[in-house]
C-alpha cells in the first residue's frame, strides 16, 4: 500500500489547534516538527543531560511543521480534498496566526493536487438509483440512475468516503417525493443534491465554511437545481440564534455528515429544525464513538430506526 507523505507549514503557537483541526478530519497520525520544543528542552533547568538525542538536535532550526501520511487512494484524496479546504479557511480567518499553512505533497506541488486526484475520481454507483461523476467523465449504460455530478474542490463530499456513501445509501429509503431537506454540515452539497435527484422538494444547505456554502450551490445549479430549490447559510448552529431562526423549521429529512463531538453538541437542537415524524440521519461516526451518539441523542429524543457500518464509519436513522 502506497502513502503520500504530507508536510504542513504553521506556527508554533497555531500547532495545538491545527492538530485538533487534523483530528477531526480522522487524521490521528502525525509527527510535529517545530524549534519551540528544543527551546524548551534547553530552558529545562531541572535535568543534565549527557547525551541529545539527533531527533531532537534536528528541532533546532527546523520550521514548524506537521507531517502526516494519507493513503495514496481515492480515500486519502478525499481526505486530502478536505485538509485543503480547512487550510484555506484558516488561512483566510487569521494568516498571521496561522502562518503559512503551505501544504507539500511528497515531491508534487500543492496546485498540482488537482490533477492527480483526477487519476483516482471516476464515475461510481451509490444504492440502487444514483451514479455519482466529475465533469470531466462520460458515463454510459447507466438505466435508470440519475447523474449525480460533483467536481473535488476544497471541501469534503465527492462520494467516495463511507460516510457519504452511507447516508446516500439511507436517504433513497428515505425520500419519498416533495420533502423539505436540510443538510448540515454540507459541504460539497452531495447529500442535498442526492436528496433533490431523489425527489426531494427542496434543500437547505449549512456550513461553517464559506468556500463550502459557496461550493455547494455551484454544485446544485451545476445538476439543474435553481435557487427556488435551494437554500444556503454559512454559520454555527451552536453560536448563532439568528442563523437557527433563519434556517427555520418544518424539514421532514435532516442531515449530519460530520464528526461525532459534533453531532453530540447538536444533538439538542435538531428538534428544533423538525416536522413532527421528521427522520434525522447522521453519520462520520467512528464505531469507537458509537455509544456517546447514540446516548446524546436518546436523551433527546430520539429512537432509532436503523444503523449501518464500513469499515469503521457509522450512520445512524432515527425519528
Known amino acids: 500500500m502506497n502513502f503520500m507523505q504530507i508536510d504542513v507549514y504553521t506556527n508554533s503557537e497555531a500547532v495545538n489547534v491545527l492538530v ?4 477531526e478530519l480522522g487524521i490521528n497520525g502525525f509527527t510535529i516538527h517545530d524549534s519551540a520544543d528544543f527551546e524548551e528542552f534547553l530552558e529545562n533547568k531541572d535535568m543534565n543531560w549527557d547525551y541529545v538525542d539527533d531527533d531532537l538536535m534536528g528541532l533546532k532550526d527546523v520550521p514548524t511543521h506537521i507531517t502526516l501520511y494519507l493513503q495514496d487512494n481515492e480515500q486519502g484524496m478525499e481526505t486530502l480534498s478536505e485538509l485543503k479546504g480547512v487550510l484555506s479557511e484558516l488561512r483566510k480567518a487569521d494568516g498571521e496566526y496561522y502562518g503559512s499553512l503551505e501544504m507539500k505533497i511528497d515531491n508534487v506541488k500543492e496546485e498540482d493536487w488537482a490533477n492527480n486526484w483526477k487519476q483516482y475520481y471516476k464515475p461510481f454507483t451509490v444504492g440502487e438509483k444514483l451514479v455519482v461523476k466529475p465533469s470531466w467523465e462520460e458515463v454510459t449504460d447507466i438505466g435508470a440512475r440519475k447523474i449525480l455530478e460533483i467536481d473535488p474542490a476544497s471541501t469534503f463530499g465527492t462520494g ?3 460516510t457519504t456513501r452511507l447516508v446516500m445509501e439511507k436517504l ?3 425520500i419519498n417525493g416533495g420533502e423539505k431537506v436540510l443538510d448540515l454540515g454540507c459541504g460539497s452539497g452531495i ?3 442526492a436528496a433533490m435527484l431523489l425527489g426531494a422538494g427542496s434543500a437547505c444547505m449549512v456550513d461553517i465554511f464559506r468556500n463550502a456554502v459557496d461550493t455547494a450551490a455551484e454544485n446544485m445549479e451545476k445538476n439543474g437545481f435553481s435557487a ?3 437554500s444556503a447559510y454559512c454559520g454555527n448552529i451552536l453560536a448563532d440564534e439568528l442563523l437557527v431562526s433563519e434556517i427555520g423549521t418544518g424539514y421532514n429529512v435532516v ?3 460530520i464528526v461525532a463531538d459534533v453531532i453530540i453538541a447538536m444533538s439538542e437542537y435538531f428538534r428544533t ?15 469507537e464513538r458509537l455509544d456517546e451518539v447514540l446516548a446524546a441523542l436518546k436523551k433527546n429524543g430520539f429512537s432509532i430506526v436503523s444503523t449501518a457500518v464500513q469499515e469503521g464509519w457509522n450512520v445512524i436513522v432515527l425519528k
Open 273 to 287: 429544525f423538525m416536522a413532527a415524524g421528521a427522520t434525522l440521519v447522521v453519520s462520520g461516526i467512528i464505531t
Open 160 to 162: 467516495q468516503h463511507h
Open 172 to 174: 433513497e429509503g428515505i
Open 228 to 230: 427556488d430549490k435551494y
Open 255 to 257: 442531515v449530519a455528515n
Open 191 to 193: 447529500l442535498s443534491i
Open 20 to 23: 485538533i483541526r487534523l483530528s
